[in-house]
């Protein structure tokens, strides 16, 4: 079994100052962890992935996540927001095997302000 | 990656009317998925496209509802039958490429905003 849970319905943050969205997550294997992005409107897009690789992930946009398997956390991160990163924030687990499963978090509304 | 393309787009419907969207990508894929996104809510799995098979479903979805086609490695449908105001959603396809092995990446259509009335 696998979930998934996002600490935060919303954040808001202002233009400049950095972000940080907090997911835990649980599963019975090692897991593979993602976060797309829900821009209004518009599908989703995958910002990064871990797949038991290194545990500091870059993906595109700034945005980063860290890996810390004794606190089962997958937090996504950037130094500093842009107004067009506003959007939902999904945080994304998989248990790692190839039947392709993906369990999704409540997602994470950001607010960017001026 | 995949480019994922849905069509319609977006649909108004009257209720016991069915409505299916199809789902094409631009490439050969080995598994290709079904989503709902109720308004305000996160994504739930529908089931599993599998090509040549019958579709795998999730617990609290069938077949009589959303049945599923998938006739090649680039091409699914599904079909929301009977439709009531409960079924108003956003509907996305997802792939998952043939390199991606164990690592279960996905790429997501633009989905298909469905409304009952």
């Known amino acids: 079994a696998q979930s998934v849970t996002q600490l935060d319905s919303h954040v808001s943050v202002s233009e400049g100052t950095p972000v940080l969205l907090r997911c835990n997550y649980s599963s019975s294997y090692s897991p593979s962890l993602f976060w797309y992005v829900q821009h209004p409107n518009k599908g989703l897009q995958l910002l990064l992935k871990?797949?038991?690789?290194?545990?500091l992930v870059k993906g595109i946009n700034g945005f980063e996540a860290e890996f810390k398997k004794s606190e089962t956390s997958f937090h996504l991160t950037k130094p500093s927001a842009h107004m067009s990163d506003a959007a939902e924030y999904f945080c994304?687990?998989?248990?790692?095997?190839?039947?392709?499963?993906?369990?999704f978090g409540q997602g994470t509304i950001l607010t960017v302000h001026p | 990656s995949a480019v994922i393309s849905q069509k319609p787009s977006r649909d108004i419907c009257q209720r016991g009317t069915s409505l299916t969207i199809q789902c094409q990508v631009d490439?050969?894929?080995?598994?290709m998925f079904w989503y709902r996104q109720q308004p305000g809510q996160s994504l739930t799995l529908i089931a599993t496209?599998?090509?040549?098979?019958?579709?795998?479903?999730e617990s609290g979805f069938v077949i009589d509802k959303f049945p599923i086609s998938r006739p090649n490695l680039t091409f699914s449908t599904l079909t929301v039958s009977n439709m009531s105001p409960e079924d108003s959603s956003i509907y996305l396809c997802s792939a998952g490429t043939s390199g991606s092995g164990l690592y279960n990446e996905q790429f997501f259509g633009p989905g298909t905003r469905l409304t009952v009335l």
């Open positions: 994304v687990v998989s248990g790692g095997t190839s039947y392709g499963k993906l369990t």
């Open positions: 496209a599998n090509q040549g098979s019958e579709a795998t479903y």
């Open positions: 490439s050969q894929v080995t598994m």
């Open positions: 871990y797949t038991s690789a290194a545990t």
